[in-house]
């Protein structure tokens, strides 16, 4: 068969990230490779152009602009400070003259004889985009920015909201099973990310962000709860800019649903580590997920961080669903289980809606043996 | 390259699609021209592979597998080079291929008034398969500043500037020309690339608008879009959008590169090439038609009436990545008013949401089918809503009127779609084509798109029109031998009358059946019937109103006499009256969507 994949959640306690951090326009960059940075080491600068100011000139003046004529006093590139005289024109014997002056400073970018409009570009607006993450500059892509390399623990979610938040790893729950409730939300948990279990309501979101949390990492959130904390409902599946207090990851989805022991597992052992968080989703093939990156405590420069280090999957190996390839259930009736899979039927097999698809058997925890469609299930990645 | 259509006998053709790259082998039998052969993998346009050839390779690759021909060369792996021309075991004549990967062509387009000119560049944009992220005109009640900071928070791959007819406003149009400078937008692809400006209006200013954005923007000249108040001019507009978006866009979109040199005949966008084919099954049949092509992220909706073309997308209206926007436009109670269950709203939503995250996942019990399907009447209602908004006769233009003009109250702007001259609806993508019973695709159409007279309901059968669209532009006659013979699935025809003052279980019409399985009866008021009348069957159907209101497509109270064809779903009685509507009381709309899909034979859950 033709290369048929299915693409999982990764999950691993080590793994080499690398995070392109790239300047919005041309600009400077700041370190070089091999520098070692932290989350809020500033490693390329750039000027965006400053806002183009029309000035209606023919429009102020009472005028047409075939009119104006000899009465702009100064020329396209010409810097201008604020209150400079743009257009004058002199009324009856030199007297009632009426004059433009400019708004604000700048450079006279155009002057459209069609509209008599004059547009004056504001000074540049520094812009600076930092690390992200603890690691080490692994590639300069120049003048645009840089690739930073991290190694140490690495965890993506299924869905999130809210931008880029550093904090230490700090365990709200006694277990993947149990719900973030308000009474598990520590006094001081001010800059932390906080790992939750199944659930989270939306009184336990506000009362973290009431404590400065950084981050909440759960299992998953109800639909009603995710509007309430956003204000408005969500409409496509583009997140990460939203203006939230904290950020918001799910491992697992919608609705009360364990976190998965690995995930769950894993993150108690990160305990009181420095974690790089991320909720900026983008569901499309090629999805971006959102994540946690914990570095190790070292930046071991030395231990394949380099360009490349870590490629895309590569084509026809990377996914490939075998006996025994851990997985999880990602739809209805069985969303959210977790087990293995025990067999791949070759044929096609008709489903309970009468579609005639190809499916897995998939051993359930519990030790059950259900038939799930392909499609509806996602591999455990490590 | 010059293709001659009596050489081929065995076409490729490949449609990029944002999710799937889907792979379609044509081959010309003695019985006349096939489809024969797909294949279908993840589109691969988007890291971590960013080369849409990878895609098409796996996908081609099923197509080698299922069909046992080889066709790509061995022996090179890093690009498409096919083994041509075809022989008996190997090989291929010609490979074409279509695109909606990446999210599509994506334009904005701006005009002085929205009702005129702005409208006819979103139109000129639509139809060359676009999807417009915004509209921008002098009186879309936006400050100069908004306008500024839209321009520059969208990442357009071409902008459509036009305004002003020939010799009409020149200070708006360059005032537009003007706001897109100091936005200065940036384009999606190519971080190199000077984002193409196409410029179609009053061609007085053509040279001072140029003398503003050349030097920033990709600028191109092109014939005013809108001349004249009477008429549009969109053909060159368009022309310069596909060779904009082939020159300019997809060469620098990852791999395309490799894509185009693929192929001799240029790569059409995918809603382009439906386009194509709707247009032309319309015109040999000489009828009106709607088309629809409901994805994952995107609804697309065609139009031929009255020799017209119109395309319109809903850019965020589709069954996975979009999902959560259907709910949101609809509201989860018009979702819910489709279920023949009591449903909790919460626990729907959080479903919704659940496949808008995974959405490559499939319902697998018949109440999560259920559920999808009633997202698609609501997607496809909202999508068709959109279209005849835009499908409209030209606005602003003055009309000579007689004094019977002036009683109708007949004004400039009206829509095209008259739903009682629409003789066939077709529709596409996976909820529809791959419905589990093509009998709930029928019903799906029927409600949401409230077909109004006589109409003929189809499906396409795997997803082909795009393929054969591009295919077309080699090879016409074979495109639409096989759109006949494998492509359109007749799902049946449809008799909705349209009545007012009936009252609830009176009678509407009385029919007469003459054909394979002959029947006759009385359509009441509300009630929706169908009969068996088998794929390929076709009978005459006699239809006598029996209250003077009631209009079958002859006019009200006029009997009809018609050949009608048969489908899946064969003959489709819908007494339920236009606009449809839905019972106010939740247990009666339960009781009704119950009743209507045991009239289509259709599977109720078992709780």
Redesign the interface.
């Known amino acids: 068969?033709?290369?048929?994949?299915t693409p999982g959640l990764k999950v691993s306690p080590d793994a080499i990230v690398h995070k392109t951090r790239r300047l919005?326009v041309k600009g400077t960059v700041l370190v070089k490779v091999g520098d070692v940075v932290q989350p809020d080491t500033v490693v390329a600068r750039a000027e965006l152009?400053g806002?183009?100011e029309?000035v209606r000139l023919a429009e102020r003046m009472g005028m047409d602009?075939d009119e104006l004529q000899g009465s702009v006093k100064i020329s396209v590139g010409q810097k201008v400070e604020k209150g400079q005289l743009l257009a004058e024109v002199k009324g009856f014997f030199g007297f009632f003259r009426t004059q433009v002056n400019a708004p604000s400073q700048g450079t006279v970018?155009?002057y459209?004889?069609?509209?008599g409009?004059l547009?004056i570009r504001k000074a540049p607006v520094p812009i600076e985009i930092n690390a992200y993450v603890r690691g080490a500059v692994s590639e300069v892509l120049a003048g645009?920015g840089v690739i930073v390399a991290a190694r140490g623990a690495f965890i993506q979610g299924?869905?999130g909201v809210g931008g880029e938040r550093q904090g230490d790893i700090l365990i709200a729950c006694a277990s993947p099973a149990d719900v973030l409730t308000t009474d598990r939300i520590p006094q001081d948990c001010a800059g932390k990310v906080l790992v939750g279990g199944s659930l989270v309501g939306i009184d336990a979101l506000n009362k973290a962000a009431e404590r400065k949390a950084a981050a909440v990492v759960v299992g998953g959130i109800?639909?009603?709860d995710?509007r309430a904390y956003l204000g408005y409902?969500?409409?496509?599946?583009i997140t990460g800019d939203e203006n939230v207090p904290l950020t918001l990851i799910l491992t697992e989805?919608?609705?009360a649903i364990p976190m998965a022991e690995r995930t769950f597992s894993l993150l108690r052992a990160l305990q009181g580590r420095g974690a790089s968080v991320n909720g900026a989703?983008q569901?499309?093939?090629?999805a971006m997920r959102p994540e946690i990156i914990v570095p190790h405590a070292a930046v071991a420069q030395s231990s394949g961080l380099g360009p490349g280090s870590e490629?895309?999957?590569a084509?026809g190996t990377a996914g490939l669903l075998a006996a025994g390839t851990p997985i999880r259930a990602?739809?209805?009736?069985y969303?959210g289980q977790l087990g293995e899979v025990a067999d791949l039927p070759p044929e096609p097999v008709r489903?309970?809606?009468?579609?005639?698809?190809r499916v897995l058997r998939m051993k359930l925890t519990d030790g059950r043996v259900v038939e799930?469609?392909r499609?509806?299930v996602?591999i455990i990645e490590r | 390259m010059t293709v001659r259509p009596e050489d081929l006998r065995l076409v490729l053709a490949t449609d990029c699609g944002?999710?799937t790259t889907k792979a379609i082998l044509f081959e010309k039998k003695p019985e006349g021209w096939r489809q024969t052969f797909r294949?279908?993998?993840?589109?691969?346009?988007?890291?971590?592979?960013?080369d849409v050839t990878?895609g098409a390779r796996?996908?081609i690759?099923?197509v080698e597998?299922l069909s046992g021909r080889r066709i790509l060369d061995p022996a090179v792996t890093d690009t498409l080079k096919f083994l041509t021309p075809a022989g008996d075991k190997d090989g291929i004549d010609l490979y074409v291929s279509t695109s909606s990967?990446g999210?599509g062509l994506q334009m904005t387009v701006a005009g002085v008034v929205r009702t005129m000119t702005a409208e006819s560049a979103e139109r000129a944009a639509l139809g060359a398969g676009a999807i417009v992220m915004d509209v921008l005109s002098v009186d879309d009640r936006r400050k100069?500043?908004e306008r500024?900071a839209r321009i520059r928070h969208l990442r357009p791959d071409i902008v459509l500037l036009s305004g002003g007819i020939d010799g009409g406003t020149?200070?708006h149009v360059?005032?537009l020309a003007?706001t897109l400078?100091?936005a200065?937008p940036?384009p999606r692809f190519g971080?190199t690339l000077r984002l193409p400006v196409v410029y179609a209006g009053n061609k007085d200013?053509a040279g001072?608008v140029e003398a503003?954005l050349k030097e920033h923007f990709g600028f191109q000249v092109v014939p005013n879009i809108r001349p004249v108040l009477e008429r549009e001019n969109l053909g060159p507009a368009r022309a310069a959008i596909h060779e904009v978006f082939l020159t300019h866009v997809m060469s620098h979109a990852p791999g395309y590169d490799k894509l185009i040199a693929a192929s001799p005949v240029p790569i059409i966008s995918t809603p382009h090439a439906v386009g194509v084919m709707a247009e032309e099954a319309a015109r040999r049949r000489g009828i009106d038609l709607l088309a629809v092509d409901i994805g994952g992220?995107t609804t697309d909706v065609f139009s031929v009436c009255k020799t017209v073309f119109n395309r319109t997308v809903s850019a965020?209206l589709g069954m996975s990545?979009?999902v959560?926007?259907v709910?949101?436009?609809a509201g989860i109670d018009n979702i819910c008013r489709w279920l023949p269950f009591p449903a909790d709203p919460?626990v729907i939503?959080?479903?919704l949401?659940?496949k808008?995250?995974?959405?490559?996942?499939?319902?697998?019990?018949?109440s999560?089918?259920i559920v999808e399907q009633a997202v698609a009447r609501e997607a496809l209602r909202l999508a068709f809503l959109h279209h005849r908004s835009l499908a409209v006769g030209l606005k602003g233009v003055q009309q000579e009127r007689t004094i019977s003009d002036a009683f109708a109250q007949t004004a400039t702007g009206e829509s095209l779609i008259n739903m009682k001259d629409v003789s066939m609806i077709i529709g596409s993508g996976g909820v529809l084509s791959?419905a589990?019973?093509r009998r709930a695709a029928a019903l799906m159409i029927l409600d949401s798109f409230e077909p109004e007279g006589i109409t003929e309901l189809c499906v396409d059968s795997i997803f082909m029109m795009p393929h054969l669209g591009v295919f077309s532009s080699v090879h016409p006659d074979a495109a639409q031998e096989i759109f006949e013979h494998d492509c359109l699935v007749y799902l049946g025809t449809s008799v909705c009358p349209v009545f007012r003052k009936v009252k609830p279980g009176a009678p509407l019409l009385a029919y007469k059946l003459e054909g394979p399985s002959p029947a006759a009866g009385t359509l009441l008021c509300g009630a929706l019937v169908r009969m068996e009348l088998p794929l390929g069957a076709s009978a005459k159907l006699t239809i006598e109103p029996a209250h003077r209101s009631v209009d079958v497509g002859a006019g009200p109270g006029k009997p009809v006499e018609r050949t009608v064809r048969g489908g899946h779903a064969g003959l489709m009685l819908d007494g339920r009256g236009r606009p449809l509507v839905l019972p106010k009381s939740a247990a009666e709309r339960v009781a009704a969507n119950k009743r209507w899909m045991e009239a289509f034979g259709l599977?109720l859950p078992e709780k």
């Open positions: 068969m033709g290369t048929a994949y919005p152009p806002d183009l029309t602009a970018e155009y459209a004889e069609v509209t409009n547009g645009e299924i869905f109800l639909n009603q995710l409902d969500l409409g496509v599946a989805g919608f609705g989703t569901i499309r093939a090629g490629g895309p999957p084509s990602i739809r209805e009736p969303f489903i309970g809606t009468g579609a005639v698809v799930v469609p499609a509806n996602e | 944002s999710t294949g279908e993998a993840p589109t691969t346009v988007e890291a971590p592979f960013e990878i796996n996908a690759t099923e597998e990967a999210g100069p500043h500024i020149r200070e360059v005032e003007e400078l100091a200065d940036k971080r200013v001072a503003l992220a965020n990545y979009s959560s926007n709910l949101l436009e919460n939503q959080g479903c949401r659940n808008m995250i995974r959405p490559t996942t499939i319902p697998q019990d018949l999560d089918l791959h589990p019973d599977e």
